[in-house]
C-alpha cells in the first residue's frame, strides 16, 4: 500500500515497467496472454507469475500532482496491461473532466456510478446523465461494456471486521520467502520485478550500496537552480526517474549544503547556494 502521494507515480511506472517485462517473456515463449504463459511454466515445473490489481483510491490527488505522468501511465496500463494478467481500478469522489480525462474515460468501459450532485458529473462517468438520481448506501449504475445502457444496482455493506478478514486471508499467502529479491530481476533504478513496494526501504540501502554517485546530480543540482524550488516530484517529471532515485538527489544537495533540510512541519526546503543562477527576488 502506498499512501504518499509523490511514491504512487513511482509506482505506476514500476508496474508499467513488470507489464514490459512480462510481455518480453511472452514473447520470449510465444505466447499471448498471462494464461497461456503460466500454462507453459506449469508444464515445465516452474513458478508461474501472478495476477496483479493495482487500485487507485482518489485519481484527482493524482491528477493535481502530476497529470502528464499519471494520465500517461493509466492510460498505457488501461490500454494493454489486461493481456498480462495486470488489472486497474481507478475510483475518485471528484468526477470532472480535469480528473477522469477523455483519453482516461475511453480506455474504460466499463464504468460504475454511485450518487452525484448533478447531471454533469453523471455525464463524465457514464457519458449519461442518471446517477444524480441514485439514493446513496450503494445505490450504483453498472456500465458493462458489452451493454447499450447501464444497469441500476445495490451494492452490499462490508463492514470494518469483513475487511480485516479478507486482509489477513491475503497476507497468509506472503510469505517471506517470497520477498527475497534476486541479482536478475533488478532493472536498472527500478523496482525489482516480484518485489513489493513496502520492501522500498530494504532496496533503497541496496542501491545506494551500488551507486555511491548519481550522474543525474548534476543536471538535478542545475534544474533546482533554475526553477528555483525543491521538490521530489518535479526531478521525477523532468529527469524522468523514480521517487527512490530523485529523493537521494536530493538528500544529496542537502548533505553537500546546496538545500536545506525539511522546514519544521512541512516537507518544504530552501535553496541555500544558487551557484551561478540569480536567485529570485524573495529568495
Known sequence: VVTDLERVVGALQWVTREMDMRYRKFSDLGVRNLAEYNARREAAGEKKLPYLVVVIDELADLMMLAPEETERSVTRLAQLARATGIHLVIATQRPSVNVVTGLIK???????????????????????????R????GDMLFQAPDAPAPVRLQGVYVSDEEIRRVVRYWRAFLRPQDLTPTAHDAPVGGLPAGIPLKQMA???????????GDPLYPEAVDLVRRQGRVSISMLQRRLRIGYTRAARLVEQMEEKGIVSAPLPGTTHREILDWGDAAPPVDA
Do not use: T
Open 106 to 132: 475511453a480506455n474504460f468501459p466499463a464504468r460504475i456510478a454511485f450518487a452525484v450532485a448533478s447531471g454533469v458529473d453523471s455525464r463524465v462517468i457514464l457519458d449519461q446523465p442518471g446517477a444524480e
Open 134 to 137: 441514485l439514493l446513496g448506501q
Open 202 to 212: 530494504l532496496l533503497d540501502e541496496m542501491e545506494e550500496a551500488a551507486n555511491p
